[in-house]
């Protein structure tokens, strides 16, 4: 009798095998997964639009993804928590203005007073959380409501004329070094980027945030004031947004009540995209940045094709959901 299938049958498990160990091998290193698909979106921009992939093109990317990445910083510790904030564009928007308002006085002192907004804001946004347990929904959807009316009445009286910021604002947020290759906003992310990172793989803060997402009876069973750190981090995520709202600013040389809007759910994508976990304890900022630039890849495509703003929120939101969808799978059969 013939003995030919035996060595077929090996052959098959072990291609078998191969593949489910770099299956493994995929799932304990996600990031792969993303810079995959990151220079695929790359490529395909590239051949879509040749002149995508230039120093010019490639920056111009760079220059979109540096706010988005830093507003996509405020989600990825806020959702590490088991929180989120719906009012982070408008806190960006309201740092802006209040930069333009004090850009006479210096490039200094109108960062400052634009980061105090997000302070001030994210703050709120904390107490609202961790004090009188508002879900996070309800506490910073009504934050942005609140912001939006302020900043309404306030660009018709006390900020009214404030749409220009100054000159060095706009050099950091639009212009480049090394022969024009280099944007400088993409060295304040990466500072902003490493900073963060730092703090969450290497401080005891950064654990607390994880641990708080993951069980936060547990940890306030351990005596940890766990109201301090939802504090802290919704007090972080409102300087996050008011220093990507003084880069948008910067960026497109004017102020309205719509800079930052279209941005609510790029910065949730991103994170999500990213591996974070909308139900807390899962996740990092390395993901969150690829996943910005994903984004930011995939809007230089979109617009290569003509596909309108309203078209491009639906694939945002789209992204949003089906990973939420994926993630709660995961957990349900965990």
Do not use: C
Request: glycine share 12%; no cysteine; aromatic share 8%.
């Amino acid at each position: 009798m013939s003995q030919s299938p035996a060595p077929t049958t090996a052959k098959n498990a072990k291609s078998i095998g191969l593949t489910f160990r770099l299956l493994a091998f995929l799932a304990a290193h996600p990031t792969l997964i993303l810079l995959g698909v990151l220079a695929i979106l790359v490529l395909v921009a590239g051949n879509i639009r040749p002149s995508y992939l230039t120093v010019a093109g490639l920056r111009t990317t760079l220059l979109q993804a540096a706010p988005l990445g830093i507003l996509a910083a405020s989600q990825t510790i806020l959702m590490l928590t088991g929180g989120i904030d719906l009012s982070v564009t408008m806190i960006a928007t309201g740092a802006a203005y209040v930069t333009a308002n004090q850009s006479p006085n210096g490039a200094a002192v109108a960062i400052l007073f634009g980061i105090l907004v997000g302070l001030v804001a994210g703050s709120a946004n904390g107490v609202g959380v961790a004090v009188f347990r508002v879900n996070p929904l309800i506490m910073t959807l009504a934050m942005s409501g609140i912001l939006l009316g302020l900043f309404t009445a306030w660009t018709q009286t006390i900020l009214q004329g404030s749409t220009q910021v100054g000159g060095l604002i706009k050099t950091v947020s639009a212009g480049a070094f090394w022969d024009n290759r280099i944007p400088y906003s993409v060295v304040v992310w990466a500072v902003l980027s490493l900073l963060l990172i730092w703090l969450l793989r290497r401080m005891g803060w950064g654990r607390l945030l994880y641990a708080t997402g993951d069980n936060e009876v547990a940890v306030r069973l351990a005596g940890v004031r766990v109201w301090q750190v939802r504090i802290s981090a919704y007090a972080l995520a409102g300087v996050l947004g008011a220093l990507a709202g003084i880069l948008l600013a910067g960026r497109t040389g004017a102020v309205d009540l719509q800079l930052a809007s279209t941005f609510l759910l790029p910065s949730v994508a991103a994170a999500v995209i990213g591996g974070t976990s909308i139900f807390g304890g899962v996740g990092g900022y390395a993901g969150t940045i690829l996943g910005a630039l994903i984004l930011s890849v995939l809007n230089s495509i979109l617009t290569f094709l003509n596909v309108g703003q309203a078209i491009q929120q639906v694939v945002y939101g789209l992204i949003v959901l089906a990973l939420a969808w994926g993630y709660a799978g995961l957990t349900r059969r965990g």
